[in-house]
């Protein structure tokens, strides 16, 4: 059994600790400044509250940080900050260079994760892929599941995030996509012209745009720096950034929805607004 700490128990950070837990590992999650209901998960998946980061690490193993991609640099400077030496697991979805980055600060410590999937709530439904030099021993914190972890055989840290970085490019950047077409119907005023044609045509697609305006909505804050990193993971690539600069965009007209569920019509009229 291992001490672990994570950072933060977001809803799917929750579920990353609910699968440590279902392993026989202690997890100490930090309390500080948290909401209420990250608490709540907190407190469901078992979780051992701290008062601060450095009450936290005391005697830890690892450290797995699930945040949103903005801050996944400010939270590893800040475990580096207080000493910690265990190893270091960064599930967050930045850019392989980000992940890259980590390196000078944790070494070999570090292990470069990328979630892919939605919260773990059941086995099969999300993989937490791994790469780095520690990659197998962190995967075998995760043997109980429901979340899978899955170790990229002898690739080097910034590989899990690549991934990552492909995979949402497509899911997360043609939803955005599918959001902008349907916004533009709508200013033109052929929205149903449209919707009619996709029937004919792309079947599934209007039910596919209705899902997508509630499905990215209320996690479409999160979704604006996710863009950038892909954006930035393309240009390294020497490949156009644009696509996703302009998902990002999207998604930050549609920050306002927060956690908070949204019809498709009012997804549609927010973009067309244009306010965030």
Not at 5 to 23: E, I, K, N, Q, Y
Not at 86 to 110: C, K
Request: net charge neutral; charged share 20%.
């Amino acid at each position: 059994m291992s001490l672990l700490v994570l950072l933060h128990p977001g809803a799917m950070g929750a579920t990353v600790g609910a699968t440590l837990r279902a392993g026989g590992h202690r997890v100490r999650w930090v309390a500080a400044g948290r909401s209420e209901a990250t608490a709540r998960r907190a407190a469901a998946a078992g979780l051992e509250a701290c008062t601060d980061l450095s009450s936290a690490l005391q005697g830890a193993h690892g450290v797995v940080s699930v945040c949103p991609p903005d801050q996944a640099s400010a939270v590893a400077a800040a475990v580096e900050e207080a000493g910690f030496d265990g190893l270091y697991v960064d599930a967050n979805a930045i850019a392989p260079a980000t992940a890259r980055s980590l390196q000078a600060r944790f070494g070999e410590r570090l292990v470069d994760g990328g979630i892919i999937g939605p919260p773990a709530q059941r086995p099969g439904t999300t993989r937490l892929y791994l790469s780095g030099a520690a990659a197998d021993a962190v995967a075998a914190w995760f043997r109980a599941g429901p979340l899978e972890a899955v170790a990229l055989a002898d690739r080097p840290a910034g590989a899990a995030s690549a991934l990552k970085m492909a995979y949402a490019a497509y899911t997360k950047g043609s939803a955005a996509l599918l959001l902008a077409v349907r916004a533009l119907a709508e200013h033109e005023g052929v929205a149903a012209a449209l919707t009619e044609e996709w029937g004919l045509s792309q079947p599934g697609l209007a039910e596919r745009c209705s899902a997508a305006a509630r499905g990215t909505a209320p996690k479409a804050w999160r979704f604006v720096g996710e863009m950038q990193e892909i954006a930035d993971t393309f240009a390294a690539a020497e490949l156009p950034r644009g696509f996703h600069e302009a998902a990002a965009d999207v998604y930050r007209r549609l920050a306002g929805f927060r956690d908070a569920e949204a019809a498709p019509d009012a997804v549609i009229r927010r973009l067309l607004d244009g306010s965030g």
